[in-house]
């Protein structure tokens, strides 16, 4: 018999609503980035992009952009816990990163306000979201494959990343993805990783683990000898760690893609063209900078030619 | 359809890890729950209270933050199990709780005139309830034993947040590289129903050839 005091129950009650309550407060992060108060709370060096960026001189009548300004907002597939792409920031509950930014510089070149509604995808749910019209668009680091063009129409690439190699610091013999043959690798669980390290070495032992925090922990304790990861996120996570070492340059080169609902050619001319503009205004450099910048030395790279991408013809 | 042809190989590799997953799993559990159960119903009061701190830890806290805390926190202690190895315990010990509570009530419903004859022809208390109570107490809860087995098979998928490559984790795979979420998970879906399917059919079968007519 399990007894429980009715009062203890009830309180009990009261703590795990109001623990769901927190939780669903925190996931549909109307992130109206209204919060005018340029890098308000941590990163106090970051400007505010929006206020300058451009917005569209005229929408074609009837388009998917006309009911996205007539809605009075921009519904954005992407995620909330990608470090320098797309993360929450648990102290003032706006979402940063290079996704992110995007998301909202396009919002505001649609409706002329930069007011964005994440709706945390995932790469499952991604094409889905898509076609049956939840999300208008999806930046979450969705590089544009042949195959995924079957499903959903890609405006860009808006920017290219690559696959490196981390190790535990010290660990050598690991520098090309040809030494991961017969080791064993740890990889996020869907990301472009797992097919990049079968074609590099085909005997590998694949480990996937939900996020990057979990890949490094199991980096660090041994469970695998090196971790392939996105450039950007791994040389946010090496510059916090210094037990991780990167080994090599980018061995694959990952084309990102604007999700848009296969068809939309309309809007997918539309994107083209906002990417054009702020790529050609100095915009696009200001928010690398503003994100990977802060990790990664130097200037911000040459983003990749529209349409260069197979599959974002 | 031919991205479910195509994978086949995937699909079969991650089916079998989830069906030896769930036997072992099973197999753990099956033994930790009749042990706890005992444990639950002897008459010392430390055993009795041991049992019952096992099933409220284990049942009060969900089984992902278990196996996360397994696979992450055992090796920082200098505990390093291989992945599949740590997933099959961490499940096994977690279903135990539910088949402890399931055995349990079997105990339960066993007349008090059992336990009584048993103790009055001289048995001790292991022997009475492992000669005279268990056999009819496992009898009666053939069903909610076999709805565990389906719930066993079920939590095995989250192994695959743990980097073990089950049928939901090698579903995700082949995802990733076709785009085609709809069908992959349709089929990994109709998979673990067959699955269950199986259990339930051996679970009715169980129980029409071990009931007790009173």
């Known amino acids: ?313 | 359809m031919n991205v479910i042809t195509d994978h086949l190989g995937e699909f079969g590799d991650g089916l079998l890890v989830t069906v030896e997953l769930t036997l072992l799993a099973l197999a753990g559990a099956l033994v930790a729950g009749v042990v706890v159960a005992a444990l639950r119903v002897s008459p010392v009061p430390v055993l009795r209270a041991a049992g019952t701190a096992y099933v409220e830890t284990l049942q009060n806290i969900p089984l992902l933050v278990w196996l996360v805390l397994a696979v992450f926190g055992l090796p920082e202690i200098g505990v390093m199990a291989g992945l599949f190895t740590t997933a099959a315990v961490v499940i096994a010990l977690y279903q135990g709780a539910y088949v402890a509570e399931a055995v349990r009530s079997g105990i339960n419903s066993v007349p008090v005139g059992q336990g009584e004859a048993a103790r009055a022809l001289g048995l001790t208390f292991t022997q009475s309830l492992r000669m005279v109570i268990l056999p009819q107490a496992l009898r009666t809860v053939v069903q909610p034993l076999g709805n565990i087995a389906i719930m066993t098979i079920m939590n095995t998928a989250l192994a695959a947040a743990v980097g073990v490559v089950e049928l939901t984790a090698a579903a995700n795979r082949v995802n990733l590289a076709e785009a085609q979420p709809i069908w992959i998970f349709v089929t990994a879906g109709l998979l673990y129903m067959a699955l269950s399917a199986i259990a339930g059919l051996a679970t009715g079968t169980l129980e029409r050839k071990l009931a007790i007519l009173r």
């Not at chain 1, 669903?24 to 929006?50: I, N, Q, R, Y």
């Not at chain 1, 300004?69 to 921009?74: A, F, P, S, T």
């Not at chain 1, 590089?143 to 860009?156: D, H, L, N, W, Y």
């Not at chain 1, 740890?186 to 683990?209: E, Y």
């Open chain 1, 1 to 313: 018999m399990v007894r429980t005091l009715p009062g203890l129950r009830r309180s009990a009650v009261a703590a795990v609503a109001a623990l769901s309550l927190a939780g669903l407060a925190a996931c549909s992060s109307d992130d109206s980035s209204s919060s005018a108060v340029p890098g308000a709370a941590g990163g106090g060096d970051k400007e505010d992009l929006t206020s300058s960026a451009p917005v569209a001189a005229s929408l074609p009548a009837g388009s998917t952009m006309e009911k996205i300004k007539q809605r009075g907002r921009l519904i954005v597939g992407g995620s909330l816990d990608a470090p320098l792409l797309s993360q929450q920031n648990p102290a003032t509950k706006k979402v940063e990163g290079l996704d992110a930014d995007f998301g909202r510089l396009l919002a505001k070149y649609i409706i002329g306000k930069p007011e964005v509604k994440i709706v945390n995808s995932a790469s499952e749910t991604r094409e889905a979201l898509l076609s049956n019209g939840t999300v208008d668009v999806v930046f979450q680091t969705y590089s544009i494959t042949p195959e995924r063009a079957k499903q959903v129409a890609f405006a860009g690439p808006y920017y290219s990343s690559g696959l490196v190699i981390a190790t535990k610091k010290g660990e050598t013999g690991i520098l090309k993805p040809e030494d991961l043959k017969g080791k064993t690798v740890i990889a996020g669980a869907n990301t472009p990783a797992i097919p990049a390290i079968k074609k590099a070495a085909p005997d590998a032992k694949i480990l996937t683990f939900g996020s990057d925090p979990e890949c490094v922990q199991a980096l660090k304790q041994g469970r695998g000898q090196a971790y392939v990861q996105d450039e950007a996120v791994l040389l946010a996570t090496a510059k916090q760690d210094p037990s991780i070492q990167i080994q090599g340059k980018p061995f694959t080169s990952d084309p990102y893609g604007i999700g848009l609902k296969h068809g939309d050619a309309q809007m997918k001319q539309f994107v083209n063209d906002w990417l054009k503009n702020i790529q050609a205004s100095g915009l696009w450099a200001k928010v690398w900078k503003n994100s990977i910048g802060t990790v990664v030395q130097g200037d911000a790279p040459q983003p990749p030619a529209l349409g260069s991408a197979p599959g974002s013809e």
